[in-house]
């Protein structure tokens, strides 16, 4: 079974930037599809970005131009650069992990979660 660890969470001032990490360990990441979800409270968990084996990435439009998901195959662990943050971006992001072939805008999730790390973007 897949293990997610997610850190870099922290509280930011409107415009600051934050990098999320996400450290995986018990699978071979390289085939895995992994992506980054958030909850604000009282909201709907959403997708926000996810990343193919092959390096393929998109966003949510709500973040584009702004957040870019990256992986490192060889640290195994992947990366939520997030700029220009904004008070609605707060919230608990989560990585997860899917078995290859599936699209996570499509299929929804994968079976795998991390705990969560908390983002607070406020003045």
């Known amino acids: 079974q897949v293990q997610l660890v997610e850190s870099g969470g922290g509280l930011v001032q409107p415009g600051g930037s934050l990098r999320l990490s996400c450290a995986a360990s018990g699978g071979i990441l390289s085939i895995y599809t992994m992506g980054w979800y958030r909850q604000a409270p009282g909201k709907q968990r959403e997708l926000v970005a996810a990343i193919s084996a092959g390096g393929s990435a998109d966003s949510a439009d709500s973040v584009k131009g702004r957040f870019t998901i990256s992986r490192d195959n060889a640290k195994k662990t992947v990366y939520l650069q997030m700029n220009s943050l904004k008070p609605e971006d707060t919230a608990v992001y989560y990585c997860?992990?899917?078995?290859?072939?599936?699209?996570?805008?499509?299929?929804?999730?994968?079976?795998?979660w991390g705990q969560g790390t908390q983002v607070t973007v406020s003045s």
């Open positions: 997860n992990a899917d078995p290859p072939g599936r699209n996570l805008w499509l299929d929804g999730p994968g079976k795998y």
